[in-house]
């Protein structure tokens, strides 16, 4: 009996944080809807970019930048290199020589990117910071979707969202794209009931004034900042209009799924201060806390059906568990074509991050980059 109990318990664990909470929060937005009142206005901007060795993008993201539809006098482009030993700082330097509404911060020692983000904040003008990866390329109104949701006093903070470029380009391009749909879909209704916390690091924007300064060591920027204006009474817009793209291989590789997993763990610090906002705590620990359980249910589950596999029932249930990680498997040797055979390795690629931590966690300073080198111990993501 408690074999079984684990494994229905463990089983019921990854439907609800995977399908049946996105689908119970679809149904409580549409019961009880909070809408962002959106207008088309024109504050100030200081777009932010905050760059460690960015040399073969930065020429691209600032001319990208400078294209946006937005009015020139009210927008500046920040580059705040931490560090960088590139050529990031000359590149930025040069057109900003050339045009007035560049600027560049150089910061001699590579600290990490939130170190870098607090020491630009206070150099910024415009009133809304607008903070923007610099692998992520914007659509030409991404801007003027996003600060629309600023119209709204409610709103401290608003997030745009990702688009995966060149699919084809990276093995799993097809499955991120997927994953990041799938999220988009569920942060929208987060949003929608007025809950969500974090955002995407790509493109977000928060009221300058409300800026935490967060801890240096804090690794995902794109979640502590934000998520820190919900404990000032105010919420998190998320505008689907406001498009950042990014390539599919500057998002994939299994260094980047451990630090986003890494982040998932730092986030549950931020518990004690949604306290105050009951549905954005159960939508957090929905979202983020079953996630972190997830990788764990998974090896509970298999491990008790493997126990109980002379009982007919859970012998089938078994067989199609084992097809799973079988298909997981191939797909990791890569000889899997379709792309929908794809899935079961990506499924357990992005939870075997937890166990990828466990092992830094247990080994420290060997940290791992996006690219799955080894590097200092200073944040970045």
């Known amino acids: ?109 590579n600290r990490g990117k939130v170190a870098a983000l607090n020491e630009a904040v206070s150099q910024l003008q415009g009133e809304i910071i607008v903070f923007s990866d610099a692998s992520s390329m914007l659509a030409g109104d991404a801007l003027r979707k996003l600060v629309a949701n600023f119209a709204d006093p409610s709103v401290g903070a608003a997030s745009g969202v990702y688009r995966v470029l060149d699919k084809e380009s990276t093995r799993l391009g097809h499955q991120e794209d997927f994953y990041w749909k799938y999220e988009t879909f569920v942060k929208l209704q987060e949003a929608r009931l007025g809950a969500l916390a974090g955002a995407h690091g790509s493109l977000y924007g928060l009221r300058k004034q409300l800026y935490p300064f967060p801890p240096p060591t804090s690794i995902n920027d794109d979640f502590v900042i934000p998520t820190s204006v919900l ?37 549950m610090r931020e518990i004690p201060g949604l306290v105050s906002r009951p549905l954005a705590l159960f939508c957090f620990l929905s979202h983020k806390g079953t996630r972190i359980l997830v990788p764990i249910a998974m090896l509970a589950a298999f491990a008790a059906n493997a126990a109980l596999w002379r009982l007919p029932f859970y012998r089938a249930l078994l067989f199609f568990e084992i097809l799973f990680y079988g298909l997981a498997a191939l797909g990791a040797v890569g000889w899997l074509k379709p792309k929908l055979l794809r899935m079961p390795f990506y499924f357990c690629m992005i939870n075997a991050a937890l166990f ?19 590097r200092q111990p200073v944040v970045w993501t």
Do not use: C
């Not at 590789?253 to 997993?261: A, H, K, P, S, T």
């Open 231 to 267: 404990k000032r009474g105010l919420r998190i817009a998320y505008e689907p209009e406001a498009v950042a793209y990014e390539e599919a291989d500057e998002m994939a590789g299994f260094g980047r799924r451990v630090r986003i997993m890494a982040g998932n763990l730092e986030q």
């Open 356 to 374: 990828a931590w466990f092992y830094h966690v247990i080994w420290p300073g060997r940290q791992t980059t996006a690219a799955g080198e080894k």
């Open 1 to 109: 009996m408690a074999v079984q109990l684990i494994f229905w318990i463990s089983l019921a664990l990854i439907v609800y944080a995977y399908v049946a909470y996105p689908v119970l929060l679809w149904a409580l937005q549409s019961l009880f809807p909070r809408p962002v009142e959106k207008s088309a206005i024109e504050p100030s901007i200081s777009l932010l970019i905050a760059a460690y060795n960015e040399a073969p993008v930065i020429e691209e993201k600032i001319s990208n930048s400078l294209q946006l539809d937005y009015p020139q006098s009210k927008l500046e482009i920040v580059v705040a290199s931490d560090g960088s030993t590139d050529l990031t700082a000359e590149i930025v330097r040069s057109l900003a020589e050339r045009e007035n509404r560049v600027r560049l911060l150089e910061f001699p020692v």
